[in-house]
């Protein structure tokens, strides 16, 4: 997964989303590493950013299918709130919007 880009992993979850899997540890990993390095934050964990971790992980150990757009709010602006910024594409944030907009069509 190291070599693969935002839209190749994007759409691997969106196949697996579509086929009711839940996200592999594997890809959470991914996808936090992703934000965390498109934020352009420090390797020290903040009170925040535990609480975003923490948050992101609840939500993104659910089925795809079950994200919902309450949970891509709340993971949102708890990430927005632990890098002082608006949550990048290919962040996590942005990641679960997909699949919650996906999930209310």
Known sequence: ME???????RQRIN???LDGQ???DDEINFITNQSTDL???PDTKYPEQVEWAAK????LSKPANE????DAKN??????HAFGTIPALGSVASHIQSAA????K
Do not use: C, H, Y
């Not at 070599?3 to 992993?9: A, E, K, P, V």
């Open 3 to 9: 070599n693969m880009d935002t839209i190749q992993f």
């Open 22 to 24: 839940p996200l592999r």
């Open 39 to 41: 934020a352009g934050s």
């Open 75 to 80: 993971v949102t602006a708890k990430e927005a």
């Open 15 to 17: 196949e697996r989303r």
């Open 67 to 70: 994200i919902t757009t309450d």
């Open 56 to 59: 992101a992980e609840q939500v």
């Open 101 to 104: 907009d996906k999930n209310k």
